[in-house]
């Protein structure tokens, strides 16, 4: 994690003890660790295998949640990173569901918006087989290799396996780095 530093300055009043004088200072955008920045969002992926529960209870135990997805924009980002991240794997967790929905209605579980934006994978949906979306990429094997399609929505038995992608909102802060009469120290305060 890099934090772009600031510098601002303090003067020192000669009789009358410390005056601060920012030189300048800067809004910056960061995650949490482990997170990485995918489009406007903080993203994290976790390979191991776990039902759509257990894997809401994980990000909201690192107080995140399921990945949502709101646009193409977006969607693209996360299909540019995840063969970086995560190489050779075909499906993640979303937060995207339609428990307890009379209506076939999905909303993401994590914002409680309701999924407007639905880019199916090929072939979906297919509701009868569970209740939760994963984001899925379709699998060609060659024998000399495997080649995975871009990550498209498709539904799943919630109490079915796979790896997950946690979400949160990016974090914005002030920095100032100051400098007083004994040291340089850093400011960070949230914007
Ligand atoms: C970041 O990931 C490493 C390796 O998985 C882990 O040991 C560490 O606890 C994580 N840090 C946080 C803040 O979650
Ligand atoms: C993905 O798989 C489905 C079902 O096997 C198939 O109908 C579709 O053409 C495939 N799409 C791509 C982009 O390979
Ligand atoms: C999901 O899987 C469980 C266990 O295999 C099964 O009992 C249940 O009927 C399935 N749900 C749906 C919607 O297919
Ligand atoms: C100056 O910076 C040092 C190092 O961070 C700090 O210990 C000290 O309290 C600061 N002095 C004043 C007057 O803020």
Redesign the pocket.
């Known amino acids: 994690m890099f934090w772009p530093k600031l510098v601002c300055f ?1 003067l020192v009043a000669l009789a009358y ?2 005056l ?1 004088q920012v030189a300048g200072e800067e809004t910056i955008v960061v995650c949490p660790t482990n997170f990485t920045q995918v489009a406007d969002k903080c993203l994290l992926v976790d390979t191991k295998w776990r039902n759509f529960y257990e894997s809401d209870r994980y990000c909201r135990s690192l107080n995140a949640g399921l990945l949502s997805i709101k646009n193409s924009i977006e969607l693209n980002a996360i299909n540019e990173w995840l063969p970086i991240i995560a190489p050779y794997q075909p499906e993640f967790w979303t937060a995207g569901n339609k428990l307890g929905e009379t209506r076939s209605d999905y909303y993401w579980q994590s914002t409680g918006e309701q999924a407007l934006y639905l880019p199916w994978q090929a072939g979906q949906p297919t509701p009868a087989s569970g209740d939760c979306l994963t984001l899925l990429a379709n699998v060609t094997m060659t024998t000399e290799e495997v080649f995975l399609s871009v990550h498209r929505l498709a539904v799943k038995n919630c109490t079915q396996w796979a790896p997950l992608i946690c979400q949160v909102p990016l974090q914005y802060f002030k920095t100032q780095l ?9 400011a960070k305060i949230p914007a």
Do not use: D, V
């Not at 100051?178 to 850093?186: D, M, Q, R, Y």
């Open positions: 303090a003890g410390q601060y100051c400098l007083n009469t004994s040291a340089f120290f850093e």
